[in-house]
């Protein structure tokens, strides 16, 4: 789904004559830390009996690396979603938590290392994934309310460099 999203978001910036390129002229802090998360993820799968402590490890090192960024555009509302990510994947002990009939309605019928099933959003908290996001051409996904506020986030991100575009002119 962050794929698509941020798609959208760079034509919708193209759209509107903005660069989306832009974005890397933001003050970042610690970017190059920004991989080890993604490593986290990448052991995750790799050691199925430590995947939850890598997983959970990544998440936390992604919080804090968007708090050191929280300045810039599109920031906070990822970093809300991932708090929200991070409740339910620590309800879930290091995996999120996929309302079964929610996932099984869009044709997803096993989950891998990085999820669970739950019978009902409760047992989520309401924070799991428990609702399906589709897009026009053709692709579905059961999301979370985290990754809904991650989605905003990624759009304002590149949509803030229509802004940066209207302060120089």
């Known amino acids: 789904m962050f794929i698509d999203v941020t798609v959208i978001s760079i034509l919708l910036t193209l759209l509107c004559r903005g660069n989306p390129i832009s974005v890397i002229e933001y003050p970042y802090r610690f970017l190059y ?18 995947g939850s402590f890598f997983n959970i490890a990544s998440y936390l090192m992604v ?3 968007m708090v ?9 509302y990822m970093t809300i979603g991932t708090v929200s990510n991070t409740i339910a994947v620590l309800f879930g002990k290091g995996r999120m938590p996929v309302v079964r009939s929610v996932a099984e309605y869009i044709g997803i019928y ?10 009902t959003p409760k047992e989520a908290l309401f924070l799991g994934d428990i609702t399906i996001v589709y897009f026009p051409w053709g ?12 989605a905003l986030g990624l759009m304002v991100f590149f949509l803030s460099s229509l802004r940066q575009k209207n302060l120089v002119s």
């Open 33 to 50: 830390l920004f991989p080890v998360p993604l490593a986290f993820q990448l052991i995750s799968f790799l050691l199925p009996g430590a």
């Open 63 to 65: 919080i804090a690396l």
């Open 68 to 76: 050191s960024n929280f300045h810039i555009p599109g920031v906070p």
């Open 110 to 119: 096993s989950v891998d290392a990085k999820h669970v099933f739950v019978e």
């Open 139 to 150: 692709r579905s996904f059961v999301v979370s309310i985290g990754d809904l506020l991650i």
